[in-house]
């Protein structure tokens, strides 16, 4: 019985992960649609690594509803800037504005369409929050501290 209680205790041993994440956040009044086009190392069949440290696969298109935003990667090494560790993991994104005649809007390393910004460049925006959450383990939560990017799709751009 000693055994199984200094085993649980020693599992449920406070725990911080810090973490770096890039989002797509979507200031529209619609919906938009992202394809991303994920570096082939990150290629996981038709999904992509979404994170630096083993959380799985995603799938390369997805919805954000508007006024709402989209992680598309995560990182434990916190010295990348948003743009760097976007170009490190894309090699583009297309987003699709949801309307039969929105203009649809392309990121590649050296060319924005239709968008006054490209998310690769160095001098491109991002709103920085910085995130405090638990993770739910088995016996315990592990505390995350995330450095959070956000790349703002706006109407006015």
Known sequence: MVIILLLLQMSCRDETIYQERILIQNSTNKDLSVILFPKQEYMDGDMYKFSSFGAGSRPKYFDISHQSE????????LKHSPNELASQVFDSIYVIVNEQNGANILFTHDTVINYDQNL????????YSLSKFDLPTNFSSTKVISHDYSFIISQND
């Open 70 to 77: 989209e992680e598309i990667y995560i990182t434990d090494n």
């Open 120 to 127: 690769f460049y160095p001098d491109s925006q991002w709103s």
